[in-house]
């Protein structure tokens, strides 16, 4: 199960009533496809006029039920733009931290022990957090409400900057409606006349309402279980999971006002109005395209960090082949022992290679950013594909690997033990953390259907 990208923050940032100058909490309820999943509060310390934004979270995972805590607090500046902020996400016992601030034309943002990523930003003020929700509640109050307001944008739980778009579609005697944008996210968010947040909504089946302290908190949570949830039902002539390594091509059709990309030769994506259709068939794909950053180390991709390293070393020395510095026979025992050594469970925090090397435990997120970690330790260009891949009658989200032998990309799956990988996958992209967020783009708006396969 791939990580709903952004959720845990998404969920987090989108409930206040925005007469908070004279609150010091504020509450909401959080709701995923009509049952209550978590709950947030909004903080507002004096005199500093500190932020700060907590959430809880309940669900189930692979049959487990887990919790999922996060913590942000930043200091508005007059248009509530932020200088420096703290945030954590902590599941179980996987924790991560993020510390961003402003250096002049810089946000320097320090993850964990090790990752660090410098983002330019020229003169532009940065956003986080609710602070969109108090732009939007005090152009309300001034009654003088623009179409559009363009926000630049930094979400710590993708380490993610981008544009954050608010649209004005709809005006009532009663509300104001705005469709919010980030990174092709979209939702729809509600305002009284007043300035008072209402509800925000997505197409996702996410819904958010300001809620009491005292309903926040004892409300009965309902038992939600986030990968069946988001999985998508395959009909048509679907095959059995047995047939997957026997599987040389097929065709699917995706129903839904969504695009699914092209990667040729493995994945052909033609849409036609709502409904795309989709040739997967055996293959590799040769484009080099920013082939260098599938070689360095990065915020969560710890490939530098000495643990690493020495995980990489030892399990280079055991590969057995003709040719020990052939990748793919590395690629191979990589993947191996990553099936063999992590064991199969749900974590909701933020995935990282550091950390899943030392709890030995994770889901197909944890599995594949280790790999690639370690891929690169060895000098082997490699990376997330994070899509859709096909099980027993259903399409679940999920991670895997990619990697570049000197000719061509080899996808493996280490979380199934795969090598390589069998084509009933739709890939939605590829890339580091920061790319994820795409796939809420595609959580509970699509159909799919098997065409034919052989």
């Not at 038992?223 to 002539?237: E, H, L, M, R």
């Not at 052939?326 to 950390?355: C, F, H, Q």
């Amino acid at each position: 199960m791939i990580r709903i990208a952004s959720l845990y923050l998404y969920l987090l940032l989108i409930t206040v009533d925005v007469a908070w100058l004279h609150a010091s909490e504020i509450w909401s309820e959080i709701e995923f496809k009509g049952g209550k999943i978590g709950y947030s509060v909004i903080k507002i310390k004096s005199p500093e006029k500190k932020v700060e934004e907590i959430a809880y979270m309940k669900l189930k995972a692979m049959g487990l039920e887990r919790e999922v805590k996060t913590y942000l607090d930043w200091i508005p500046g007059k248009n509530w733009e932020f200088e420096t902020l703290r945030f954590t996400m902590e599941s179980g016992d996987s924790k991560t931290s993020v510390i961003a601030s402003r250096n002049k034309d810089n946000l320097e943002v320090q993850v964990g022990e090790v990752g660090r990523k410098t983002f330019k930003i020229g003169s532009s003020e940065i956003f986080t957090g609710s602070s969109y929700i108090f732009v939007i509640s005090e152009a309300v109050k001034s009654k003088s409400v623009p179409e559009s307001i363009l926000l630049n944008y930094f979400d710590p739980s993708v380490l993610r900057l981008d544009h954050l778009r608010i649209i004005l579609v709809e005006k009532s005697n009663d509300y104001l409606k705005f469709l919010k944008d980030f990174a092709g996210l979209k939702s729809f968010i509600y305002f009284d006349r007043d300035g008072n947040f209402l509800k925000e909504e997505s197409g996702s089946g996410i819904l958010i309402l300001a809620s009491s302290q005292k309903k926040a908190l004892h409300s009965e949570f309902a038992q939600v279980d986030i990968i069946i949830s988001t999985s998508v039902k395959a009909d048509g002539k679907a095959p059995a999971s047995s047939l997957r390594t026997k599987i040389n091509e097929a065709k699917i059709y995706v129903k839904g006002d969504v695009d699914i990309p092209s990667f040729p030769p493995v994945q052909i994506a033609e849409r036609k109005g709502e409904v795309t259709l989709i040739k997967l068939k055996k293959g590799y794909i040769t484009d080099k395209r920013n082939f260098e950053d599938a070689l360095v180390s990065e915020p969560l991709i710890e490939a530098d960090s000495s643990e690493i390293r020495e995980i990489a070393k030892k399990i280079k020395q055991g590969v057995r082949s003709k040719d020990p510095q052939d990748p793919i026979a590395t690629m191979k025992a990589v993947s191996d022992w990553l099936y063999r050594n992590l064991k199969k469970t749900s974590v909701l925090g933020m995935p990282s290679a550091l950390e899943a090397l030392r709890t030995r435990e994770g889901d197909c997120n944890e599995h594949s950013i280790l790999a690639v970690a370690i891929l690169r330790a060895l000098g082997i260009p490699s990376r997330v594909v994070f899509g859709l891949v096909y099980d027993s009658g259903f399409f679940f989200f999920h991670a895997w690997v990619e990697a570049f032998d000197g000719k061509k990309w080899v996808e493996f799956d280490p979380t199934w033990g795969l090598f390589p990988a069998d084509i009933l996958r739709i890939r939605l992209g590829v890339g580091s953390v920061s790319e994820w967020v795409k796939v809420l783009e595609y959580v509970g708006k699509i159909q799919i259907s098997f065409d034919s396969w052989k």
